[in-house]
T-cell receptor, first 110, second 114 residues
């Protein structure tokens, strides 16, 4: 079993939809949880960064962490075609070296 | 500010050859990390350099080595290339003592091994 599991998709939604992206993990030592967006032929770009359990909102993006279930989510409201990309979850403990999921490919069609 | 830059953009090598990839960190950053991203996978940590020394290392063989220069730029060297080394190699820079949200990735070098 991988430390971080993420469905690769692709996930295809119409413009304006609410998107839900999820990851599960097995390492209880993880304390920091991140979501990255990666466009084709580009490096990952950090979207959201949370510590421990709870919610964090930034514009159209909301990150949720449930440490008791070892489950994290990223919600995107009012999705746009420009949101089409691969979304990578990542997490780490004291080493500050992130362990990444394999990424979910999101397609938002007009 | 140019952000993190990497060179070359693309590279094609044959099995058994050696390759050197280069990274210039974002201005003000002193720590460089290297990742390997195979097609359809997330990035995997190779190693991290700070003050010209390898500070942490992931689960990669000794064929993978690196170097950091006094100006904080870094090189990744891979010897005896295997077909499985074909991947996007990402460099990320950060500032020691700052949070994870200060780490920035470069665009990567795509290495193809034939």
């Amino acid at each position: 079993q991988k430390e971080v599991e993420q469905d690769p998709g692709p996930l295809s939604v119409p413009e304006g939809a609410i998107v839900s992206l999820n990851c599960t993990y097995s390492n209880s030592a993880f304390q920091y949880f991140m979501w990255y967006r990666q466009y084709s032929r580009k490096g990952p770009e950090l979207l959201m960064y949370t510590y421990s359990s709870g919610n964090k909102e930034d514009g159209r993006f909301t990150a949720q962490v449930d440490k008791s279930s070892k489950y994290i989510s990223l919600f995107i409201r009012d999705s746009q075609p420009s949101d089409s990309a691969t979304y990578l979850c990542a997490m780490t403990g004291g080493s500050y070296i992130p362990t990444f999921g394999r990424g979910t490919s999101l397609i938002v069609h007009p | 500010d140019a952000g993190v830059t990497q060179s070359p953009t693309h590279l094609i090598k044959t099995r058994g050859q050696q390759v050197t990839l280069r990274c210039s960190p974002k201005s003000g950053h002193d720590t460089v990390s290297w990742y390997q991203q195979a097609l359809g996978q997330g990035p995997q940590f190779i190693f991290q350099y700070y003050e010209e020394e390898e500070r942490q290392r992931g689960n990669f063989p000794d064929r993978f080595s690196g170097h950091q220069f006094p100006n904080y730029s870094s090189e990744l060297n891979v010897n005896a290339l295997l077909l499985g080394d074909s991947a996007l190699y990402l460099c990320a820079s950060s500032s020691t003592g700052q949070g994870l949200d200060t780490q920035y990735f470069g665009p990567g070098t795509r290495l193809t091994v034939l």
